[in-house]
């Protein structure tokens, strides 16, 4: 086959895939296209994030009340589905069943300013409680574990805006402990099988070593080396083993 006859081949094809899309973009628009509403792409859902109790008596799950979003809980196999929470602002977005199988635990904050609180539901009573209840200061969850039901372990910057220092909170009594203070290099914290004391990491750094310590204990840390790419934040540490 000549040049010639492959341009032209070329061609044709060109005129037919171009005739071919103008008639399809003439054949979609020609009819009412009905819109979807915005309210089935950004509005509530009728359930969502449904999580098991520890004891797999009760389910929770997200839904609407009067269109914000609150935690509701069942009993399972039964149909006696109630509110547990009554925020009618923002909505609840995070939530975590306590492994005292008593307390539903969920984070707020006012306004969009992401300093969280941390709030504990007790479900036999329906009380209510603001467990970091302080004014500018952000709560995280660092750790929490069936082997400690009434202890969660949390990070404030409470002390010092920049840095979160690590917190054992008892759940019965709303009792708040500083365990170990943030230095200042700190980036994330963990605790040991026992709960017993705050191991944490700093940014990967000096040929990409990740650097563990006790700073409740008086204790220097070792170093563990990294075999990998140069980059700051690929490497997490997730959790510290019993050995």
């Known amino acids: 086959m000549n040049h010639a006859v492959r341009r032209s081949i070329g061609g044709a094809l060109a005129l037919a895939v171009a005739v071919g899309a ?13 819109l979807i509403p915005r309210s089935v792409l950004v ?7 449904a999580r098991l109790s520890p004891g797999g008596e009760r389910m929770a799950y997200i839904a609407p009340v009067d269109d914000v979003l609150n935690v509701w809980v069942r009993t399972i196999g039964e149909n006696d589905d109630r509110v547990v929470t009554h925020d009618d602002n923002r909505g609840i977005f995070r ?35 603001d467990l970091t209840p302080y004014e500018n200061v952000q709560v995280r969850i660092a750790d929490v574990s069936k082997h400690h039901p009434n202890t969660i372990i949390v990070t404030m910057n409470k002390q010092d805006e920049r840095l979160h220092d ?20 700190i980036i994330g914290w963990m605790t040991d099988a026992d709960f017993e004391f705050a191991a ?3 940014f990967v750094r000096d040929n990409f070593f990740v650097i563990y310590s006790c700073p409740s204990c008086g204790n220097e840390g070792r170093e563990a080396r990294i075999d990998g790419p140069p980059c ?3 490497f997490i540490p997730l959790r510290m083993l019993p050995s």
Not at 166 to 185: C, F, I, K, Q, W
């Open 22 to 34: 103008v008639c399809f973009i003439a054949s979609c628009g020609s009819g009412d296209v009905e």
């Open 43 to 49: 509005g509530n859902p009728e359930k969502m994030m």
């Open 95 to 129: 939530y975590f069943w306590a492994h005292d199988n008593k307390h539903l635990m969920y984070l707020q904050d006012k306004g969009g300013d992401e300093n969280w609180r941390l709030y504990a539901v007790d479900l036999g009573t329906g009380e209510e409680r």
């Open 166 to 185: 690590v917190y054992r909170l008892e759940l019965d009594s709303g009792e708040l402990t500083l365990v170990a203070r943030n230095p200042g290099n």
């Open 200 to 202: 944490s990491h700093d």
């Open 232 to 234: 700051s934040l690929c």
